[in-house]
């Protein structure tokens, strides 16, 4: 990335952050569609009834880091030393659902165990 798109995009997540366009805090829940973490990934799974199903993980609004949060996954374990990843405001705009939409699921922890799902590599 260069540094002129660097520091347009920036200053896109200080406008972003500044006029508070998300509102989540610390403390709250989320859900994210698992599809987001890449289809291959999502397919791979072999879910029943997806795609046309769509399944959710569960997220907890941690502390504030910087310009983001620090967020949990409270559904599919990781290998990383962390279980929380940093998430900007533009991450919650794109991925966060306050509900489950119609017609989705959360991943159940059965499944997650049954099916051995764990967080894909670039989380890890």
Do not use: C, H
Request: charged share 30%; no cysteine.
């Amino acid at each position: 990335m260069s540094n002129k798109t660097k520091d347009i995009l920036d200053e896109i997540l200080d406008v972003v952050n500044k006029d508070q366009v998300f509102d989540f805090q610390p403390g709250d829940y989320f859900y994210q569609d698992l599809e987001t973490y890449g289809w291959e990934w999502y397919r791979d799974l072999n879910l029943p009834d997806a795609p046309q199903k769509r399944y959710y993980s569960k997220f907890k609004v941690g502390s504030k880091d910087g310009n983001g949060y620090l967020v949990e996954d409270l559904d599919i374990p990781t290998d990383r030393q962390s279980n929380t990843v940093k998430w900007l405001a533009s991450d919650f705009l794109r991925y966060a659902n306050k509900e489950i939409p119609d017609g989705g699921q959360r991943i159940s922890r059965d499944l997650v165990r049954k099916l051995g799902v764990r967080s894909p590599g670039f989380y890890n």
